[in-house]
Nanobody
Framework: QVQVSESGGGLAQAGGSLRLHCTASGFTYRGGSIAWFRQAPGQEREGISCISWATGATSYSDSVKGRFTTSREKEMFRIYLQMTELEVDDTAIYYC??????????????????WGQGTQVGVSS
């Protein structure tokens, strides 16, 4: 059984950095993927990054491209989201999600199989 959990959220100032951690224990789907989503108050959930579990290939939303980087440690079932140049608009609850399918072209709209409970990120001006 796959269990997903996140940590590392907190408060930062605009222009600063934070690193989120995700653990996807029991995730043995070689063709699968891990994504980060976020949801700000009153807004729809947004897919911001996806990483192929097998190859490490990544995809990013336009809103974070060039500022956020996702990576994984397969042996430890850990996934990271390094966030730099933070903006006030990055304030949201961040969720890690795992899926049996690779990222593909529609990962932002797909319902992933397993989700973490979310971690809060706040960015002040």
């Amino acid at each position: 059984q796959v269990q997903v959990s996140e940590s590392g959220g907190g408060l930062a100032q605009a222009g600063g950095s934070l690193r989120l951690h995700c653990t996807a224990s029991g995730f043995t789907y070689r063709g699968g993927s891990i994504a980060w989503f976020r949801q700000a108050p009153g807004q729809e959930r947004e897919g911001i990054s996806c990483i192929s579990w097998a190859t490490g290939a990544t995809s990013y939303s336009d809103s974070v491209k060039g500022r956020f980087t996702t990576s994984r440690e397969k042996e430890m079932f850990r996934i990271y989201l390094q966030m730099t140049e933070l903006e006030v608009d990055d304030t949201a609850i961040y969720y890690c999600a795992a899926d049996r399918l690779t990222c593909g072209s529609r990962w932002q709209k797909r319902q992933f199989d397993w989700w973490g409970q979310g971690t809060q990120v706040g960015v002040s001006s």
